[in-house]
């Protein structure tokens, strides 16, 4: 929906004023332990627990101080269903005014034609965009032929035609154990049962993603949507090619840019391995490198708005309004110069680590990365996902599993660890200290071996570290630690 443009900040923020926000803190803390004092001592543990681990969860970061305390606002009590200026409640004046600069920063951020800020998440967000391309290439042609000019005029018959038209669409998305996303088609979330759904996959040697492959799929498959973009490829992808791909088959391009959001913001990824301009449609969440609150965005071109914009109350529910204003200061940090040299040192990190695993032996699928995560095959350490990422855990170093192409130990216990450097970067760590991680993950995966399951033969679970090995990690992460401080200054009392 058409809106008014509001003139948004990109004043640098203020040096940070570590007083003030220990300050803000320490008051909020004093005020929520007099009601509920679990969750204050809750809120303080989770502070002490991530200042005192290696984060190297690809999907995790730190946001700011400005942006954790706009979400502890009243914002949070409006009620504001409804776009800009067109709400179905009285007084959304101040939603309006916080959801219009997030879309302005966020249009500006990714040069879009269109920005819709309200998604609760990168689920809601690709939610919005199938039904927002569904609507688009299905509803209006239905409409047409149905003689009526909008879905008011629609009958309960032309509801069922259209429902009709509307089941069993094709979506081409990456497979999972390539890196591909559950929401991309797959059956245990709503877009599997949405779509009759078709994955391509990487290339069997390299791990690389196959563009010759795709396009052969996407000929034989004629997809409605082709979708790209992953949770686990530590690659870039060439949206130029991909979106010939599209158009070659009369396909909705949608890219989901989740993972790397904060790459395109800063500008390490340009050229055709930005999406936004080949992409119909474009999502992603607010808070993995993108550094936001957690919460998503739909961007699209101009074809697509309208439809995009009825996401409230289509398939969610009313807009947070602390959020979209917390995604209006990240996006606002993300446009200042410095957002750019973190999207610079999230990927020198990235390589540093790479580079430190691979020359102490590890293997990494594609060998390498040109983005923010590298996938480590633990299989050469002879054990599955799940207990490299238990023995990390023990050692202080917090990872996730996850699968690898063609991975043997399929998808529960996974037989590769997925690491992202944009938390720890955002902590102030260099490449000299990704290497010294990469010396420390080694070491504890060497030391580490299966236990005996009580079946007989190796367990995929329970494991036995060599004694001291995880005490002397913890202690060497510690010392790395302390080097880059958490919210440096902030003192909850
Ligand atoms: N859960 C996110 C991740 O870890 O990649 C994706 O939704």
Redesign the pocket.
């Known amino acids: 929906m058409a809106s008014q443009h509001v003139e948004t900040q990109t004043k640098p923020p203020a040096s940070v004023d570590a007083d003030a926000v220990s300050a803000a803190y320490q008051n909020a803390l004093r005020v929520i332990g007099a009601v509920e004092p679990t969750v204050a001592g809750a809120i303080r543990s989770e502070l002490a627990d991530q200042r005192a681990s290696l984060k190297l ?4 970061n730190y946001a700011s101080p400005a942006v954790l305390l706009t979400m502890g606002t009243w914002l949070s009590d409006k009620y504001a269903e409804g776009t800009i200026g067109h709400r179905f409640y009285a007084g959304c004046q101040n939603i309006d005014t916080v959801e219009q600069a997030a879309a302005d920063h966020a249009k500006a951020l990714f040069s879009s034609p269109h920005a819709y800020v309200q998604p609760h998440s ?2 809601d967000a690709n939610l919005v965009a199938f039904w927002a391309i569904l609507t688009h290439r299905i509803e209006a042609p239905a409409l047409a032929d149905l003689g009526a000019r909008n879905v008011d005029e629609l009958s309960a018959d032309d509801w069922e035609t259209l429902r009709q038209r509307l089941g069993n669409q094709r979506a081409l998305g990456m497979s999972l154990d390539a890196g591909g ?3 991309h088609g797959f059956r245990p979330n709503i877009s599997g049962k949405m779509f009759h759904q078709a994955s391509y996959g990487t290339d069997r040697d390299t791990g690389l993603l196959d563009y010759a492959d795709v396009r052969a799929r996407a000929h034989e498959f004629r997809p409605l949507i082709l979708i790209a973009g992953y ?2 490829y530590p690659r870039k992808i060439n949206f130029a090619i991909m979106r010939e791909i599209a158009d070659e088959v009369g396909a909705t391009l949608l890219v989901d840019m ?2 790397f959001a904060g790459l395109v913001a800063g500008k390490v990824f340009i050229g055709d391995f930005d999406p936004v301009p080949f992409a119909h449609v474009t999502t992603t ?1 607010t808070h ?1 490198s993108l550094r936001g609150p957690r919460g998503g965005v739909v961007l699209c071109q101009p074809e697509y708005a309208e439809a995009v914009d009825r996401g409230c109350p289509l398939v969610l529910g009313g807009p947070l309004g602390h959020v979209i204003a917390a995604k209006a200061v990240a996006l606002a940090e993300a446009r200042q110069p410095s957002f750019q040299r973190y999207a610079r040192q999230i990927t020198d990190n990235a390589v540093a680590l790479a580079d430190g695993l691979l020359s102490r032996g590890a293997r990494l699928v594609t060998g390498g990365t040109d983005n923010h995560l590298v996938l480590l095959d633990v299989g050469t350490f002879g054990l599955t996902g799940r207990q490299a990422e238990s023995a990390l855990l023990d050692s202080g170093i917090v990872t ?1 599993r996850n699968s690898i192409p063609r991975d043997p130990n399929g998808p529960w216990y996974t037989s590769g660890i ?1 690491l992202g450097t944009p938390a720890l970067t955002t902590r102030g760590f260099g490449p000299g200290d990704l290497d010294r991680v990469a010396e420390l993950i080694v070491g504890v995966l060497s030391a580490t071996s299966p236990a005996a399951a009580p079946s007989g033969g190796a367990s995929k679970a329970k494991y036995v570290i060599a004694d001291g090995v995880a005490s002397k990690t913890h202690a060497a992460a510690e010392e790395l630690l302390a080097r880059h401080p958490l919210y440096p200054g902030l003192d909850l009392g």
């Open positions: 969860i690809a999907s995790e990168g689920i996303h559950l929401t949770s686990a989740a993972h969440t993995k996730n997925r």
